[in-house]
């Protein structure tokens, strides 16, 4: 135990050194403005006195200024609330962060509070870093599903906002070839969509008919089109028993998928996976791209050329249902607390609608409860956005809820890439299904048995029309 | 005889020192040392056998499940080569079934690979294959991924090292002149290596752009127009060159500089010499100047070879081992495995197997390059 012990701290070590070398590498290669952690940590003072308790948080944004100011207001708030508790936050480069909360549970020094990326918390919750959430009966009653965070039938984190994907396109556009615009209800269809696409690029106008993202490797990947492959009603798991992924990642329906996607490519109706990240910027809102599938926010800087004239359309039904990914950042508490209780009363703080506005209307994510949505300035009832509400409570999908995700995010990301770089469609899903599986049986199942503990992605609501 | 007496009289003044004060002597040194020393056996030592360690584990990187000692199977896992013969697919009369093409067909090795009967062909993968006459030979892979990626990394050192030094040298002889306004070529040849090579990479991704990249702008310009654009990074054939043009470009400016050095060590009495036996340009290239950059070759053989063989930010910051793993890299799948998947043992066989191959090729060297005693 103890030799286990010192081989950990070492490797602790080393994946500091290892994190900061990669924040180093990859930070250029994002968006991401570097600041080491310690640099920007600050005491929050609110007249502290030394009887009252430090309750420590660590956040992924740094760099962003709006959103530091609003948890930071938010922070005083609760301080000034109660003579209990003192929250101090510190704030993490997203790009590093993750690595930076696994390293610091390999030494030991959680903080009280910390946030997490809605797919990687069963991850971090099977590996023991987090422990469930204690709020009080019906503090979640309002909040959309996907913005709680489940894991063995207990709430594990809980996210103030959701993020919702939509089709971005023009009325004019859309007008001008004869092009039915979706809805909600009636979303496009395989054939309809595939035909928009070839009427599109075959205008002559455009570049390319839509814009995926290719440029944006990583989570996007699987955030963005594994709702495609999921309406086709293939998966990255099984979740009916979480235990493989055989038949999900490669039966005939995420066969028909990967025919279509490679399609695409080849078809040349989308840019491919070289697309810089300044034409995934700047294509559509520049007129080179006729539609683009993207998330919420983007949407501030695609309105303000197009105003009247965008459009927010819903993702295509493939057959099994209309998808979008959810589970966005939320926020949970950590397993090595001493101060639970205090770790839940500032979770639940956060949780009033009015710091839900707040954080919407600073960062533009969507709110996570219907009141705080019609109080908001771009989600309330007839304003721009109010459509992504929507689609987020009636179409999202999660990412399957489990320890395997991590790696199997992974390998879906490079599936994708190869079939649209031109990969054999079935040795490709093949490929990617025996890795995925492989590792599952390599981690002993990640806490699954092999018995059956929900519905597979054909049986769920979504597919039967709630 | 004079270093004798220098021996000796050293001895006499050791030991007319007070032992204490050799003692002291000794502590400093340690002390002085000891900060390199330290980091060295932290950051060095201690992971190399650490690495030893876990590649006979199943050691993860989180996980409440205990580690487990698996022996060779991760190496199993890793290297695992097997040779598949398979005859046509026959019909009922014995007569081989053809497809639409006239060709012959072939079970699909998946079948084998995932049949219970053949348990020797379990988890392998198909890597490549070829026909002889009726019968398909199919190479299995337990990991294809890094087989492919073995011989990318064998395939971007054999090129870029005789490429980058031969280049380097050609710079440094063509600067290695005492002409005015030689400094700026010096200058300008140097620059690419002071910037990041992550910067590089970005920059290289744009030029590289198949739709609006500057070098097919370029090529399209020159050629007028005959030139078709080529998405440089999204095929498989130009990917790994584009990504060695852009290295050599980066990295070339270092070893000029050391091959400078390298040629303003020889004696210009030797060219002097050469001069007046009525050797020619290229005579005396080859008998003055390349005897006498011996140890600069080696060094820096040596040396690219092995930053070669460690091909990693170029290949994540431009195509993440694509397009179908045709740039992935031994290094590159070290970290996708150990890191990002966080399989630390797996992480760890592949730098185990990477040690043994930059320890091997660096032993080649040494014997090669060896100086031939007469």
């Given at each position: 135990m103890k030799k286990n012990k010192v081989f950990c701290s070492i490797l602790a070590v080393l994946i500091a050194l290892s994190l900061v070398l990669t924040a180093c590498g990859s930070s250029a290669a994002g968006p991401s403005e570097d600041l080491a952690?310690?640099?920007?940590s600050e005491v929050v003072e609110?007249?502290?006195?030394?009887?009252r308790t430090k309750l420590s948080m660590w956040y992924?944004?740094?760099?962003n200024e709006v959103e530091r100011n609003i948890l930071l207001s938010i922070i005083d708030d609760y301080n000034n609330s109660q003579d209990k508790y003192v929250v101090e936050v510190q704030d993490f480069p997203q790009i590093s962060y993750n690595a930076s909360v696994v390293a610091a549970a390999l030494a030991g020094n959680l903080p009280d509070i910390i946030d997490v990326d809605g797919p990687v918390m069963p991850n971090w919750a099977w590996a023991g870093y987090l422990s469930p959430l204690e709020l009080?009966?019906?503090?979640?009653?309002?909040?959309?599903?996907?913005t709680i965070g489940m894991w063995e039938g207990e709430v594990y984190s809980v996210g103030l906002w959701e993020a919702a994907c939509a089709i971005y396109a023009r009325k004019s556009v859309l007008d001008q070839y004869n092009i039915r615009i979706p809805t909600l209800e009636q979303p496009w269809d395989l054939e309809e969509f595939d035909a928009a696409l070839e009427t599109l690029q075959a205008?002559?106008?455009?570049?390319?008919?839509?814009?995926?993202?290719?440029?944006?490797?990583?989570e996007w990947y699987p955030y963005g089109f594994s709702p495609f492959l999921q309406s086709f009603?293939?998966?990255?798991?099984?979740?009916?028993?979480?235990?493989?992924a055989e038949g999900a990642m490669n039966g005939p329906e995420a066969i028909a998928f990967g025919e279509w996607w490679q399609s695409l490519f080849v078809r040349g109706l989308v840019p491919g996976t070289t697309q810089d990240s300044a034409d995934r910027d700047t294509g559509f809102i520049e007129g080179r791209y006729a539609m683009m599938w993207n998330g919420n926010w983007a949407g501030a800087s695609a309105l303000?050329?197009?105003?009247?004239?965008?459009l927010i359309l819903p993702a295509p039904d493939f057959g099994n249902g209309s998808r979008i990914g959810a589970g966005s950042w939320q926020f949970g508490v950590s397993a090595?607390?001493?101060?639970k209780e205090g770790a839940n009363e500032f979770i639940e703080f956060m949780m009033q609608d009015k710091y839900l506005v707040a954080f919407s209307n600073g960062i533009n994510n969507i709110p996570s409860t219907p009141s705080a949505a019609a109080a908001s300035e771009l989600y309330a009832?007839?304003?721009?956005?109010?459509?992504f509400f929507e689609y987020s409570a009636a179409q999202s999908t999660l990412r399957?809820?489990?320890?395997?995700y991590l790696t199997a995010a992974l390998v879906f990301e490079k599936a994708l890439a190869d079939i649209a770089n031109g990969a054999d469609v079935v040795d490709a899903l093949d490929a990617a299904a025996d890795e995925i599986t492989a590792d599952i049986v390599a981690n002993g199942g990640y806490g699954f048995?092999?018995?059956?503990v929900g519905p597979s992605i054909q049986e769920d609501e979504i597919a039967t029309g709630k | 005889m004079a270093q004798i007496t220098k021996v000796e009289t050293r001895n006499q003044m050791r030991s007319s020192k007070w032992p204490i004060e050799r003692n002291t002597e000794a502590i400093t040194a340690w002390l002085m040392a000891s900060p390199a020393m330290i980091l060295m056996i932290l950051f060095l030592i201690i992971p190399f056998f650490l690495a030893f360690y876990f590649s006979f584990t199943n050691q993860r990187?989180?996980?409440p499940n205990p580690t487990e000692f698996l022996g060779l199977q991760n190496y199993k896992q890793l290297l695992t080569l097997k040779i598949l013969r398979l005859d046509p697919i026959k019909n009922e009369s014995g007569e081989p079934v053809l497809d639409e093409d006239g060709n012959f067909t072939y079970i699909r090795e998946r079948d084998i690979t995932r049949n219970p009967d053949y348990p020797q062909y379990a988890g392998l993968q198909r890597w490549n294959s070829w026909d002889v006459g009726k019968t398909r030979f199919t190479l299995l892979a337990s990991d294809v991924v890094f087989m492919k990626s073995l011989i990318n990394t064998l395939y971007f050192a054999i090129v870029i090292v005789p490429g980058q030094a031969g280049l380097g040298l050609i710079l440094a002889l063509l600067i290695?002149?005492?002409?005015?306004?030689v400094n700026v070529f010096r200058t300008i040849y140097f620059i690419p290596v002071v910037v990041s090579i992550v910067v590089v990479s970005i920059l290289f991704r744009f030029i590289y752009?198949?739709?609006?990249?500057l070098l097919n702008s370029a090529l399209v310009f020159i050629t007028g127009g005959a030139f078709k654009p080529i998405d440089w990074l999204a095929n498989t054939t130009t990917a790994m060159p584009a990504i060695m043009l852009m290295s050599a470009w980066q990295a070339v400016g270092i070893h000029m500089i050391i091959w400078l050095a390298g040629l303003q060590n020889i004696p210009f009495t030797l060219y002097e010499a050469a001069d007046i036996d009525g050797a020619n340009a290229f005579q005396k290239f080859l008998y003055v100047t390349w005897p006498g950059l011996h140890n600069t070759a080696v060094f820096i053989l040596v040396t690219i070879t092995i930053a070669a063989l460690g091909l990693f930010t170029q290949i994540h910051v431009m195509?993440?081992?694509g397009p179908l793993d045709s740039t992935s890299t031994v290094i590159f799948q070290a970290v996708r495995k150990g890191f990002d998947m966080q399989n630390i043992a797996y992480g760890s066989t592949i730098s185990v197997v990477f040690f043994i191959l930059v320890l091997s090729v660096a032993i080649i060297q040494r014997y090669l390059t060896r100086e031939k005693s007469s």
């Open positions: 952690p310690g640099e920007v609110s007249g502290s006195s030394s009887t992924h944004g740094a760099g009080s009966d019906g503090a979640l009653d309002e909040f959309l599903p996907s205008s002559g106008e455009f570049d390319y008919a839509l814009d995926l993202g290719m440029a944006w490797t990583g009603g293939g998966d990255i798991v099984d979740r009916s028993t979480y235990t493989t303000e050329p197009y105003g009247d004239d965008l090595d607390s001493q101060n009832s007839g304003a721009p956005f109010e459509i399957p809820p489990t320890p395997a048995d092999g018995s059956v | 990187l989180i996980s290695n002149r005492r002409v005015k306004g752009d198949g739709d609006n990249g195509t993440r081992g």
